[in-house]
């Protein structure tokens, strides 16, 4: 067995229990919104890396992940694994160095607040909840016309 093997034995599997992929950087207050939508989500997180891009990760196993920290598709398995190096990777190369990480829609709501300031926060949040307000009361007006009350 080789030493990289090893390693990832070892390790738990651990890149194998979540998959991540990057995001559009948020500039607006829908933006945020989605991602404190995504961290309302039970195993979610999103971060910003090292270079300012923004990614979103999902934890959840892979099915083909042994009892035994193995891969059981090994030699059929995705390119995306082939190409993760275990050099460098989160077990080998320690904890990935983000410049911020989100766990809870808490965080990324003060965030938000922080970089859009009142003005590009409250003042859209405002605005979009009216609006969909307004649509459902219209909706519930329609509906009540069509019925005759
Ligand atoms: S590549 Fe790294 S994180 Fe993935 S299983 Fe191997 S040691 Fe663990
Ligand atoms: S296919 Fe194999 S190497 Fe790829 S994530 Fe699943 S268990 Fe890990």
């Known amino acids: ?15 194998c229990r979540y998959f991540c992929f ?3 950087d948020p ?8 991602i404190r939508w995504f961290l309302c989500h039970e195993g979610i997180s999103v971060h910003i890396d090292e270079d300012g891009d923004w990614y979103i990760c999902i934890e959840n196993r892979c099915k083909y992940v042994g009892s035994d920290n193995r891969c059981m598709i090994y030699e059929e398995r995705p390119i995306i694994c082939r190409q993760y190096d275990v050099d460098g990777c989160d077990f080998t190369g320690g904890d990935y160095r983000y410049q911020k990480l989100f766990t809870t ?11 859009l ?11 979009a909840r009216r609006r969909i307000e307004r649509k459902q009361q219209a909706k519930a007006r329609g509906r009540r016309k069509r019925r005759g009350k």
């Open 1 to 15: 067995m080789s030493d990289h093997v090893d390693k990832c034995v070892e390790c738990g599997a651990k890149c």
């Open 105 to 115: 829609p808490e965080q990324i709501e003060a965030y938000a607040r922080e970089q």
């Open 117 to 127: 300031g009142p003005h590009g926060f409250d003042g859209p949040r405002t605005r």
């Open 27 to 34: 500039e607006e207050y829908s933006a945020f919104e989605d």
């Open 22 to 24: 990057q995001i559009d």
